[in-house]
């Protein structure tokens, strides 16, 4: 297949999945659905422990933005900014075709796009522990080190150091 390039494309928010689906059916009807490579909406997964169970949920980290690797032409583009919720693409140039993002910037999305919670939180954040047998002890971040952090808790009157899994802890 030709060059295909990544490109964004601005939606209303809450209807990414309907969208990717009319991008398909829309695509698929004039025999172009091979011009797509992939599409993906940036998100970032979290993990919170609620009465013992482990709940895994998925919030956007760029809503109404979609990401899309497309072989794209004026007919292709065309088709795509007539499809019901699709705005318009970004760096969109009038009368002509959108600039693609490059490789350096897509990848520091894909990256926040797979990271875990560990950008959230630095030395100093105060947090509370949510599962084990210290759940709901606050404790105050002394050292991060990859997903794990180091937390200074105050247990039976003493500071001591408690090593946990970055998911273990909620800011507050």
Known sequence: ????????????????????????????????????????????????????????????????????????????????????GIFGFLNERYKNLPLNINKNELKKIIDINNNNNNNNYKIGDNVIINSGIFNNINGKIEKINNNNVILSINFLGKKTNLKLNINNINKY
């Not at 990544?6 to 009319?22: A, L, M």
């Not at 909406?41 to 760029?62: E, F, V």
């Open 1 to 84: 297949m030709k060059n295909k390039k990544w490109y964004i494309i601005k939606i209303k928010n809450g209807e990414e999945i309907n969208i990717i689906n009319r991008i398909k059916y829309n695509l698929l009807k004039i025999n172009k659905l091979k011009y797509i490579k992939y599409i993906f909406i940036p998100t970032k997964k979290y993990i919170n422990i609620k009465n013992g169970k482990k709940i895994i949920y998925k919030k956007k980290i760029l809503p109404s933005y979609m990401f899309i690797n497309i072989y794209l032409n004026k007919y292709i583009f065309l088709i795509l900014k007539k499809i019901k």
